[in-house]
């Protein structure tokens, strides 16, 4: 056995390999389903910044957002700028999109086309979101828009002046945004950002960023990054989080009309969002004797309604993800089995 292994033919480790990753794509892809997450405090920080930012001004919150990759990383990236824009959009904040890659333009158009465009087309450009584009010069960009954001951004992408987009007023320089929402690559990214912007000037900032970037960013949290999300396991657990909580403001939407008080919603729609597929047991019990029919029909629709494919990304990637890394887990150790019996054989001989 242990010479059989030890010369066996590679191309049946390359068919394990291509099967690891294609069965878990067609499973996940017929049936919808994909792996749980459990969100580690990273994620959960990354989400909360998000959520309160600009909360402690009584307003919307102002998100530069800066999507600093490129279609090569996208894979990693990509789930992450959707839940951003995802978020933001239920949540209602102000998004300011720029970049310092010159295809980062392309990934901002991706993501309001994924996620604004489909889903919340009643928000209006230059008074919800605006797209500055990018714009040459690396970290002396961040250095300028520190002093003047003007003289590097005089018009968005569609060639207006910033002085008639409505949310552009009040916007001189960073210091006027309540949170950096940073989606990096490499360089330019999350390590300018930090140095240049968010220290500086003393600004939040929470940052997704490719699994190879991500061990170099670590030190920089819970200091100067205020939320971290690592790779395709970041983007899966943001995607869980932002997922659960869109559905959990759902479901107290429709607890509130049914004649619910507020308060008791939000934490009856907590529990009914953490697990999705009790809500028709819940209306059943007694907790839910109160609410109509037509109220319990509008819970059980919402609670089994299928997630969007793009807010699912990272989630599905996870599963081929998964199943490879325990197939190269499983030969690393059937080689080193084979290696110590093959040397207790020859040390016998």
Known sequence: MITMLANLDRRWIFLAMALCVAIPILVIGLTGK????????????????VDVAGESQGRPGRVLMAFDFDPASAGELSPMASSLVHQCAER??????????????QMIEDAIAKVINRHYPDLVYGEDYVNLGFKAGNEQ?????GIDLTTEFRTDTKGTPLDQIPMMEGITTLENFDLIAEISAGYPGTKEWVLYAATQFNIQMVSGMTGVQAPLMYPYYPGQLDGLL??????????????????QNKLAEILVSGGMAEDQADDVSAVLASAPSQVGTWTEGADASSLSPETKAALINTAAAPIAGE???????????????????????????????QRRQGGRS
């Open 34 to 49: 994909t792996l749980p997450e459990s969100p580690t405090p990273l994620a959960e920080a990354f989400f909360h910044e």
């Open 92 to 105: 209602g904040q102000k998004m300011y999109f720029v970049s310092l890659w010159p295809v980062g333009p």
């Open 141 to 145: 960009v961040i250095k300028v828009m």
């Open 230 to 247: 690592g790779a395709i396991k970041g983007a899966a657990e943001y995607e869980s989080v932002v997922n659960a909580w869109v559905l």
């Open 311 to 341: 807010f699912l990304e990272g989630q599905r990637r996870m599963g081929p993800q998964l199943f490879a890394h325990l197939l190269m887990v499983g030969l690393i150790i059937l080689g080193n089995v084979i290696f110590f019996a």
